[in-house]
């Protein structure tokens, strides 16, 4: 999916640019919500979950996922250089938020006009849910290219990207299943504009794909990968929407793959610029410590 270039760039930001991030920003950052290193809260999360877990599993168990390496510390809160280093996880505490109407206050609390702007997205239009990636490339080829910088920096996409990069698209319509296991998946999730007659590689899907996250789940953590929404589109708030549809989800627990999820990550507040940590603090995240369990 991802270009070698593109992949050579993030891994040469995450081990050289990121922990001069930390060191040089977690400070501001974090007055950003009123906060100090001291009232920063912890978080255990378990990403085995055997319990939980069914074959067939995506998940490798014998190492730590390199997600939660990034995030989570191994032992309780010290002073030393990894933990010092280590990026500041932006979550929303899911087991500790309540039901839907909690997050909504909790939204109304982070900005007034954070709900309105998504009711108006409905009204427009646009609709939450999950999807096939194979069913949808054409136009996730044209999200992702549609703008040369976004928050994280610049898109090598724009570039090198090719449709067929992103998936073999499909020659039939496809329905979306659940996930092998419900502890530890991929779940693509998009926002569509109904579009009579507008097909896919020749597939009339009769919708537009404008905006997606990549949402996985490992164990007790749900974490946003890649988050993109279509240059033309952002204006219309479908990131936000996007958002509050998949945390309504998690909320509702309606499927198996929603039950039980303890933090949703999206990131770290020394991630972007003050545009992009102003997003997250609307959308409900607040700066959090993991540590595995
Ligand atoms: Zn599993």
């Known amino acids: 999916m991802t270009n070698p270039i593109s992949k050579f760039a993030v891994r040469l930001h995450q081990a050289v640019i990121e922990p001069a991030l930390v060191l040089a920003l977690r400070r501001s950052r974090l007055r950003r919500f009123d906060m100090t290193a001291g009232d920063v809260a912890e978080y255990p999360v378990e990403w085995h979950r055997p319990q939980d877990c069914r074959a067939p599993c995506p998940l490798h168990t014998d190492k730590v996922p390199k997600l939660l390496r990034r995030y989570a510390g191994q032992r309780p809160h010290s002073s030393t250089w990894s933990e010092r280093t280590r990026l500041t996880p932006m979550l929303i505490a899911m087991d500790r938020l309540g039901d839907a109407a909690a997050f ?54 724009r570039w090198f990207l090719k449709p067929e990069h992103i998936d073999t698209p499909a020659t039939e319509r496809l329905t979306v299943g659940p996930p092998c296991c419900p502890v530890h ?109």
């Open 185 to 293: 998946w991929t779940i693509w999730w998009g926002i569509f504009l109904p579009e009579p007659g507008h097909r896919q590689n020749g597939v009339e899907v009769g919708e537009r794909l404008v905006a997606y996250v990549k949402v996985m789940r490992i164990g007790d953590v749900v974490h946003y990968t890649e988050i993109m929404g279509h240059r033309d589109r952002l204006a219309d708030s479908v990131m936000m929407l996007l958002h509050y549809r998949i945390v309504r989800w998690l909320i509702a627990q309606d499927e198996p793959a929603a039950k039980g999820a303890k933090v949703l990550l999206y990131g770290a507040a020394e991630h972007g610029g003050a545009g992009l940590l102003t997003w997250k603090k609307r959308a409900g995240f607040v700066p959090g410590r993991l540590r595995l369990a």
């Open 104 to 157: 909504d206050a909790l939204l109304k609390q982070r900005s007034s006009r954070t709900l309105s702007k998504i009711r108006k997205a409905e009204r427009a239009g646009y609709g939450a849910r999950q999807f096939m990636l194979a069913s949808h490339v054409e136009d996730m080829h044209a999200v992702r290219t549609s703008m040369a910088f976004r928050a994280a920096g610049p898109v090598f996409d």
